[in-house]
């Protein structure tokens, strides 16, 4: 089993919808969390990133992390079809820099 | 400002040779970090430099995989004996200090045939 779950989708939602995504995990010594988007053939983009637990809104965006569950979310209002991506969760532990990454969720706005 | 630079952007070489993959940090990022992401996958840690040490190079897969940072900037990724399975997009990324969110350039899609 892998530290980081992540659903793979696709998930297709219409223009306006709220997205929610999310990933759980099992290392209890995960402490930074981070959202990134990556477009095809792009690199990834980071959204938001948030130390330890609560939540995080950003524009649009909202991050939430729940360490007592081992489940974090991304909620994304208003979406766009600018929106169409793969989300990666992404976290670690005290190093903060050997992200273990879920395996994306392929997200579909459509007008 | 400019981004994480990665060159060559796409990459085909035949298994059994040698290929260098370069990174070009943002200006002033201490911290340099290399991920490989295979199809389908997120990306996975392979090595970690500050400055221009390697830090961390547990994620490397075996002793075929060598990175360097000579004057702590430009890195470069080398693989030599290639083999299929090393086929992969590569994946850079800096950030400012140990510790603070990283920022990925593209990659170089590696296809070893």
């Known amino acids: 089993q892998k530290e980081v779950e992540q659903d793979p989708g696709p998930l297709s939602v219409p223009e306006g919808a709220i997205v929610s995504l999310n990933c759980t995990y099992s290392?209890?010594?995960?402490?930074?969390f981070m959202w990134y988007r990556q477009y095809s053939r792009k690199g990834p983009e980071l959204l938001m990133y948030t130390y330890s637990s609560g939540n995080k809104e950003d524009g649009r965006f909202t991050a939430q992390v729940d360490k007592s569950s081992k489940y974090i979310s991304l909620f994304i209002r208003d979406s766009q079809p600018s929106d169409s991506a793969t989300y990666l969760c992404a976290m670690s532990g005290d190093s903060g820099y050997a992200l273990n990454f879920g395996k994306g969720t392929s997200l579909l706005v459509t007008p | 400002g400019a981004g994480v630079s990665q060159t060559p952007s796409n990459k085909v070489t035949e298994k059994g040779k040698y290929v260098e993959l370069r990174c070009d940090p943002i200006?002033?990022?201490?911290?340099l970090y290399w991920y490989r992401q295979s199809l389908g996958q997120g990306p996975e840690f392979l090595i970690y430099f500050q400055g221009t040490g390697a830090a961390d190079d547990s994620g490397l897969p075996n002793d075929r995989f060598f990175a360097v940072r000579p004057e702590g900037s430009v890195s470069t990724l080398k693989i030599q004996r290639t083999e299929r399975g090393d086929s992969a997009v590569y994946l850079c990324?800096?950030?400012?200090?140990?510790?603070?969110?990283?920022?990925f350039g593209n990659g170089t899609r590696l296809t070893v045939t």
């Open positions: 990324a800096s950030s400012p200090e140990f510790n603070s969110p990283l920022h």
């Open positions: 290392n209890s010594a995960f402490q930074y």
């Open positions: 200006s002033g990022h201490t911290a």
